[in-house]
């Protein structure tokens, strides 16, 4: 099923909320929909890999990694990875590197940009905790909404 944001947030304005952020879209998938499993890391993708190593059907990873546009938190390994085991999405706050090669997979990423860096792996970060971004509650276990014009959450599965 085809996600639109802009319609969705017209049927349903009290149920969603924006994460307002000028998101960059990488990958075929150009939308997608999943429960939310957070993960908040410092430039170091070791628990991102972690976590799509895992079976990911119906679920959306969303990165915390503070911003930061120093190290890329996500590259075409971690990318295959998520397409392999059917992640819906990942949204990563911070850079993701490998872009050209991510474009011709079918996963879907949003990210803040590339870096051609990679990160540091010390096996840090926290999953399952509140993140806030742009001052908007990301909780684990709810439910994110995303396509070219955006990314909407909810505490209820719409459809």
Request: net charge positive; glycine share 12%; charged share 25%.
């Amino acid at each position: 099923m085809e996600i639109i944001t802009a319609d969705l947030y017209d049927a349903y304005p009290k149920r969603l909320i924006f994460v307002n952020e000028s998101w960059l879209h990488f990958g075929k998938k150009d939308n997608f929909k999943g429960k939310i499993v957070t993960l908040k890391v410092h430039e170091d993708n070791s628990r991102v890999r972690k976590q799509l190593e895992r079976p990911g059907e119906g679920k959306v990873l969303f990165v915390d990694g503070g911003g930061s546009m120093r190290c890329a938190l996500v590259g075409d390994k971690l990318a295959k990875l998520a397409q392999d085991n059917g992640w819906e999405g990942i949204i990563v706050y911070g850079a993701i590197r490998d872009s050209k090669a991510i474009n011709r997979m079918n996963v879907g990423i949003k990210a803040l940009g590339t870096s051609p860096i990679k990160s540091i792996k010390r096996d840090v970060g926290y999953l399952g905790e509140t993140l806030v971004i742009n001052g908007v509650r990301v909780h684990h276990g709810k439910y994110l909404y995303a396509d070219a014009d955006g990314v909407l959450v909810s505490n209820l599965n719409l459809f």
